[in-house]
């Protein structure tokens, strides 16, 4: 919202949106993080395969997952900073148009 309550602050909004963006980065690091301590993991239980497979199944999974979780919010972030972007350019177009119906 602006400062009266009505529209929306680009400023904050192209700020949220880069938080969001950040996050997704996040997603994954902790998605090749992950991935590769399940790999550890199975590895060390090669003489158990049920072990191993398990922890590779439940590692595809979760990194699918997480790999999923993360274009959503890589997506929501694009979204929000174009989103703000349109609205600075809404504002000063109507400013524009404004400011010449005043000045004449």
């Known amino acids: 919202m602006g400062a009266d ?3 929306v602050d680009p400023t904050s909004a192209e700020r949220s ?3 969001v963006e950040g ?8 998605s090749t993080r992950f991935q ?9 239980s090669w003489s158990e395969m049920p ?6 199944d439940y590692c595809a999974d979760v990194v699918g ?4 979780l993360q274009a959503h919010t890589s997506t929501l972030g694009t979204s ?12 000063d177009e109507i ?3 404004l400011g010449s119906i005043y000045a004449a």
Do not use: F, H, K
């Open 5 to 7: 309550g009505v529209g």
């Open 17 to 19: 949106g880069g938080e």
């Open 23 to 30: 996050l997704a980065q996040r997603y994954t690091d902790i």
């Open 36 to 44: 590769t301590e399940m790999l550890l993991l199975s590895d060390a």
């Open 51 to 56: 072990v191993v497979n398990g922890a590779l």
């Open 65 to 68: 997952q997480l790999t999923a």
């Open 80 to 91: 929000a900073v174009e989103g703000a972007a349109a609205a600075r350019r809404a504002d």
């Open 95 to 97: 400013g524009a148009g």
